[in-house]
T-cell receptor, first 112, second 113 residues
């Protein structure tokens, strides 16, 4: 049963520190998505890739967030410097196209 | 991406059929309708997708009227394990971009024994 994996599952860090979250999409999927979920804002799409190329990152704060896909088996989301308002659960999803997406378990980030 | 409107919450007894309706008055010609389910502390899970009329899979049915301005997710004979938040998404991500993708607040379904 193929699944999206994410590491770390939990991360606690201090304000100003760099945070890197990793995602391994399902083998063969050509689209990868990064989402953020908070109680106040719900699920927000931050960025997505198709065939490893970034298609849209307009949902992402550009000054501190960056998303990359160094290869087909790894997607990264980096926050530098982190701020308390970045505390959220970050989900990675992969799929074949934009409609049917398979989500990972998420990374719960707490910035103090 | 068409904004969607769903009920905030619903309660149902075990064994009953549950219908959750989503309104999407501004749906575009190329938009598909997709439903996701999310359990606490997990990522959303794809349930079903459709464009028009009716779609059925092993988990649910999706009913879409001719004008496509709404859709209804039907869960047959719910069990306690169906307690979750259900999201309706409408659109074509690659046409509208990340800034227009809204999962919305979803519908929190509680199944009662």
């Amino acid at each position: 049963d193929a699944r999206v994996t994410q590491t770390p599952r939990h991360k606690v860090t201090e304000m100003g520190q760099e945070v890197t979250m990793r995602c391994q999409p399902i083998l063969g999927h050509n689209t990868v998505f990064w989402y953020r979920q908070t109680m106040m804002q719900g699920l927000e799409l931050l960025a997505y890739f198709r065939n490893r190329a970034p298609l849209d990152d307009s949902g992402m704060p550009k000054d501190r967030f960056s998303a990359e896909m160094p290869d087909a088996t790894l997607a990264t989301l980096k926050i530098q410097p982190s701020e308390p308002r970045d505390s959220a659960v970050y989900f990675c999803a992969s799929g074949l196209g934009s409609y049917e997406q398979y989500f990972g378990p998420g990374t719960r980030l707490t910035v103090t | 991406l068409a904004k969607t409107t769903q009920p905030i919450s619903m309660d149902s007894y075990e064994g009953q059929e549950v219908n959750i309706t989503c309104s999407h008055n501004n749906i575009a010609t190329n938009d598909y309708i997709t439903w996701y389910q999310q359990f606490p502390s997990q990522g959303p899970r794809f349930i079903i997708q459709g464009y028009k009329t009716k779609v059925t899979n092993e988990v649910a049915s999706l009913f879409i009227p001719a004008d496509r301005k709404s859709s209804t997710l039907s869960l047959p004979r719910v069990s306690l394990s169906d307690t979750a938040v259900y999201y309706c998404l409408v659109g074509d991500l690659f046409q509208t971009g990340a800034n227009n993708l809204f999962f919305g607040t979803g519908t929190r379904l509680t199944v009662i024994p």
